[in-house]
C-alpha cells in the first residue's frame, strides 16, 4: 500500500532528492490528516452511541494527531523554501523544529494519561463494552499500525525526523487503542478493572519514547557530532584519490535533512603542479557530492614527503605523541631550520574526554622534544576535533 502511495503521487519518486523529497512529506501528512479525520469522525460516533467516556478520549487524540499531521506538511513546504539573504543556508533545519513539536505533544499525551491512569487507579470503574465498541477498536487498531508503518518507511526512506517522530507517536496511539480494547475484554469477562494500572504502564512509555525523540531532535540542532559511518565514507573517498595523502580539520555542518556541508584540509604534496593539485581536489568535491549528496569545501595543505629530514622530524614528533598520549594526534606539521634552533610548528587534537589535561599534555611533549634535541623550538596549537 505505502509503494502503491508513493508511485501515485510522487513523480520521478526513485532515488530520494532534494526536489522530490517535499513530496515525500506532504504524501505523508496529508494521508496521516486523513486517516486521522476518519478515526476521530468513527471513534466520536461510536464514543456516543456506547457512552464510553474513553473512547471518546480517544477520538478527540486522534483530532490532535491530524494537526499534528498538518503541521507536518507545513513544516515540510516551510523547510523545502531555497536559501535567501536571511538564511543563505536554507530552511531544512525547520524540519528538525516540526519534530521537536510532535515530540512535546507525545510528552503531553504522556502526562495525560499518567493523570487520568491515576485517576482510575484511585477510583476503578469498570469500562464500557459492546460489539460495536470492539468492532470500532480493532478496526482503529489496524489503521494505526498500518499508519505507523507508513510513517517509518517513508521516514526511513527520506531521513526525516519529523516523520520518525510521527511513527512514535502513531505506535503509541496504537498501544493505548490496544490497552483500551484488552481492559475492556478483561472487565466484560472478568469483572476486574485494570485500566488505570495497564494506562500508567503505557504512560510511562509514552512518556519515555517522547523523551528520546525530544532529545533525537534537539541534538542536531545543538551541533552534534556527525554519523560515523558517513565520517568513515568520507575519509575513505577522499583518500581514495591518487595524490592525497591525508586528511584533518573535517568538519561536517548540518543545516537540516539532505542539506550538509563537509570542510576538510587535504594533504598534497608540495612537489604537485598547483593546477594539477587544483583538479585533484576538485575532482573529489564532486565526487563528495555525488556519493553522499553533501556540499564539499577542500582546503589544500601542501606536505613535503620527499624531504629526509622533514620525515625524519615528523617521525621523532609522532613518536613522543604516541609516548605521551596515545590518543593524540598532530597535523600541519611544519619546520622553520634556523642558526641554532629547528622550529617545529604543529598543531595536535586532544579528545574532549582530555581536555581539562590539554596544557599539561602539551607541556611534556614540549619537555620531551626537547630532551631528544635541545635546538627544538616546539610551536603547538592544541584545538578538539568536530568529529
Known amino acids: ?83 535567501d539573504r ?16 510532535v515530540a512535546v505533544f507525545i510528552m503531553i499525551a504522556g502526562v495525560e494519561l499518567a493523570m487520568s491512569a491515576i485517576e482510575k487507579i484511585l477510583s476503578p470503574v469498570l469500562p464500557a463494552f459492546s460489539p460495536l465498541m470492539l468492532i470500532m ?17 517513508i521516514g526511513r526512506r527520506i531521513d526525516s525526523p519529523t516523520l520518525l517522530a510521527a511513527f512514535a507517536d502513531s505506535r503509541n496511539d496504537l498501544l493505548c487503542t490496544a490497552a483500551v480494547l484488552i481492559c475492556a475484554v478483561v472487565g466484560r469477562v472478568w469483572q476486574i478493572a485494570i ?29 552534534q557530532a556527525p554519523d560515523p559511518k558517513l565520517v568513515q565514507g ?33 594533504e598534497v604534496s608540495v612537489n604537485t603542479d598547483l593546477a594539477t593539485a587544483h583538479d585533484l581536489i576538485d575532482r573529489a568535491e564532486k565526487e563528495l557530492q555525488r556519493q553522499f549528496r553533501v556540499d564539499a569545501c577542500i582546503h ?22 604516541q609516548d605521551v598520549e596515545p590518543r593524540l594526534s598532530l597535523h600541519d606539521f611544519r619546520v622553520v631550520s634556523e642558526p641554532g634552533e629547528t622550529r617545529l610548528l604543529f598543531d595536535v587534537t586532544v579528545p574532549f574526554d582530555l581536555k581539562g589535561e590539554a596544557q599539561m ?18 610551536v603547538i596549537t592544541a584545538e578538539h576535533g568536530y568529529l
Open 300 to 321: 589544500i595543505d601542501p606536505v613535503d614527503v620527499e624531504d629526509d629530514r622533514f620525515n625524519e622530524l615528523l617521525l621523532i614528533t609522532r613518536t613522543v605523541l
Open 137 to 153: 477498536l480493532v478496526a482503529a487498531i489496524g489503521v494505526k499500525g498500518w499508519l505507523a508503518v507508513f510513517y517509518r518507511h
Open 86 to 101: 536571511e538564511h543563505p543556508f536554507g530552511h531544512g533545519r525547520i524540519e528538525y523544529l516540526s519534530a521537536l513539536a
Open 361 to 378: 599534555l602539551i607541556q611534556e611533549v614540549e619537555r620531551r622534544l626537547k630532551a631528544v634535541d635541545d635546538a627544538f623550538v616546539p
Open 1 to 83: 500500500m505505502t509503494r502503491l502511495l508513493i508511485r501515485l503521487f510522487i513523480r520521478n519518486y526513485d532515488p530520494v532528492t532534494a526536489q522530490n523529497r517535499p513530496a515525500y512529506g506532504k504524501l505523508a501528512g496529508n494521508t496521516g490528516v486523513i486517516a486521522n479525520v476518519i478515526l476521530f469522525a468513527a471513534k466520536l460516533l461510536c464514543g456516543l452511541l456506547s457512552g464510553s467516556v474513553a473512547i471518546l478520549a480517544d477520538a478527540f487524540n486522534n483530532l490532535s494527531d491530524a494537526a499534528s499531521s498538518v503541521m507536518t506538511v507545513i513544516g515540510f513546504k516551510l523547510s523545502a523554501a531555497p536559501p
Open 234 to 266: 568520507i575519509t575513505d573517498t577522499v583518500l581514495s584519490f591518487d595524490g592525497i595523502l591525508g586528511l584533518h580539520d573535517l568538519i561536517v555542518h548540518n543545516y537540516g535533512p539532505g542539506r550538509v556541508i563537509v570542510s576538510l584540509h587535504a
Open 195 to 223: 485500566d488505570g494500572y495497564v494506562g500508567l504502564l503505557i504512560a510511562v512509555f509514552v512518556l519515555w519514547s517522547g523523551f528520546q525523540m525530544l532529545r533525537r531532535t534537539v541534538s542536531p540542532l545543538l551541533g
